[in-house]
């Protein structure tokens, strides 16, 4: 004597629910650890940045598409009196997954995009940022902290140059 059919779909329903509260136990410790690892990438990363440019650091919000980039909102570098130099509406650092997972996080990196983005820069104040930039779209370091060559692309850039008594203001470059 076989079950009914109600008896089956009983039984498939209570396997279903039991495979989704087991699926929400397991995964439930690694999204904590994902979110913990995400937490310290979010900290190191400013930490990072704050070290390169030798500058203070805020930002609204970052974000991580896992496969493809980090993306850093509302991103603003300050001078040495404390006045944005630098103010990114949307900063994206794209990356090798493989390289990511082969646990080579600095040689992952490929590229970095800005959109909408205001930068005020006087040459006699602010020289150490073009210095760290060229030293960034150079790179071809062998250590371990070396960057690779990187990619720069934006769009929506608004410049505000000065160059001892010249001055240049662009707005919205594409």
Not at 5 to 16: E, M
Request: proline letters at 4%.
């Amino acid at each position: 004597m076989g079950l009914s059919k109600a008896s089956k779909h009983l039984i498939q329903a209570a396997v279903f629910i039991l495979l989704v509260a087991a699926t929400i136990v397991l995964l439930l410790p690694l999204q904590r650890r994902f979110d913990n690892s995400m937490a310290e990438l979010r900290r190191s990363l400013i930490t990072r940045m704050e070290s390169v440019t030798g500058r203070n650091i805020t930002y609204a919000a970052i974000s991580p598409s896992v496969l493809q980039y980090i993306e850093i909102r509302g991103l603003v570098i300050y001078g040495e009196e404390s006045i944005p130099l630098i103010s990114l509406n949307r900063l994206r650092i794209h990356y090798s997954i493989i390289q990511l997972l082969r646990g080579d996080p600095v040689g992952s990196l490929r590229e970095i995009s800005i959109d909408n983005t205001y930068l005020n820069y006087n040459n006699l104040m602010d020289r150490d940022l073009v210095d760290t930039f060229i030293k960034l779209t150079q790179g071809g370091g062998s250590g371990p902290n070396e960057l690779p060559p990187l990619k720069f692309s934006g769009r929506g850039l608004s410049l505000n140059l000065e160059y001892d008594s010249l001055r240049i203001t662009l707005e919205k470059i594409n």
